[in-house]
């Protein structure tokens, strides 16, 4: 299962010192130690909710400021942290989410824009699941499942460009001082793929997005420097508004990337083409972008950016369907054909499916 992967780290003990709003700054002295944590039994028993109601499964983990351990299969235990933001701290995405959905006006979209960056979204562990299955070593007998995921996720050697990443820096930009590394996001998708030997990882967010400089260099430090990558990976992050593309960073890298994420970018209706145009701006020649989506927002938005990115000159080269609790008998993905409609659909019962389509530029 999917979201058995996840689980919150244990909690540090509260600190001395004065409370603040912004995201706390990580203790790299002893990251490994127990002696500053402590276990909560409301994370525990929230860790085996999607076991217990599995038709009810998240589409969304974490709580502004929390940690989350992410047990990879290939890469061990990633501990990645959700950045805090300005009159959030301390509230439980369900509490921010319902006071997100009783605002009105012209800031709605954009208080979207910075919920929605704070949260750690099942899409994007689809993403990372992918691509740490293709990153494993290919041999004569491997299933054809196997054979499958690499010619979906593969990046090794690719570049690799995540759009709405979550994080990102502004003016008070930062650069850490290692080897082939500029900047780096919380965002999953993009660690995995620097860590799958991507040649060059760029994660992206609106501009708006809060600066969550703590949460950037905890990831940097807590999770890709005890990694040896076979080659120098470039991971760096950028403000990107979808459609905006005369800025230096979008003419500097028109045409630059042969991977494109966009996990979980589909709720705002009147953005579907602004998207679609920045896919198209930024893919490399025979590119393919990876559009990854659960249902939370309803299935009719999610069909409707398809609609979209076929009238702006894409074509869907595979598209399914895939269960995320649970599995066949050989530990295979349960999948499904993709529809724009499915009869006796509701929130009880899509929140446990998300679609994955692979596009690629009409020839």
């Known amino acids: 299962m999917l979201h058995s992967r996840l689980r919150p780290a244990p909690r540090r003990k509260p600190s001395t010192t004065s409370p603040t709003t ?3 700054a990580p203790d790299f002295h002893d990251a490994d130690g127990i002696s500053d944590v402590e276990e909560s039994p409301e994370d525990v028993f929230g860790a085996f909710l999607a076991h217990l109601f599995p038709d009810d499964a998240p589409s969304f983990h974490g709580d502004p400021g929390q940690y989350l351990l992410y047990s990879s299969p290939r890469y061990g235990e990633l501990e990645i942290m959700i950045p805090s ?5 301390g509230k439980k995405s369900e509490e921010v989410a319902t006071g997100l959905d009783k605002k009105e006006g012209a800031n709605q979209a954009e208080d979207g824009r910075q919920l929605f960056a704070h949260f750690l979204w099942s899409a994007g562990m689809v993403v990372a699941e992918g691509v740490e299955n293709a990153s494993c070593q290919a041999t004569e007998n491997d299933s054809a499942a196997q054979k499958e995921a690499r010619e979906i996720w593969s990046v090794d050697g690719e570049t690799v460009m995540e759009l709405g990443a979550g994080k990102l820096l502004e003016s008070h930009d930062i650069t850490f001082q290692l080897t082939d590394i500029h900047h780096l996001g919380a965002a999953l998708p993009s660690l995995i793929c620097a860590l799958a030997n991507a040649s060059l990882v760029v994660a ?11 949460a950037i260099e905890f990831n940097v430090k807590r999770n890709l420097l005890k990694h040896q990558t076979s080659q120098q990976t470039a991971v760096s992050i950028q403000p990107h508004e979808w459609g905006t ?3 230096s960073f979008s003419q500097f890298h028109k045409g630059t990337f042969t991977r494109i994420i966009a996990a979980d970018c589909y709720w705002m209706r009147s953005q579907h083409e602004n998207l679609a145009r920045t896919m198209q701006w930024f893919l490399a020649p025979g590119g393919r972008v990876w559009c990854v989506s659960g249902f939370h927002t309803g299935r009719a938005i999610v069909a409707d950016f398809f609609e979209t990115a076929l009238e702006n000159g894409f074509e869907i080269e595979r598209i399914f369907e895939r269960d995320l609790v649970s599995r066949d008998e050989n530990g295979g993905e349960i999948r499904r054909e993709w529809v724009s409609f499915r009869e006796g659909e509701g929130p009880g019962n899509r929140q446990r499916w998300c679609v994955i389509a692979v596009l690629k530029r009409r020839e």
């Open 204 to 214: 992206t967010d609106h501009p708006s997005s809060p600066a969550l400089t703590g």
């Open 245 to 247: 593309l005369t800025d």
């Open 85 to 89: 933001y300005p009159d959030q701290t």
């Open 22 to 24: 912004a995201a706390p």
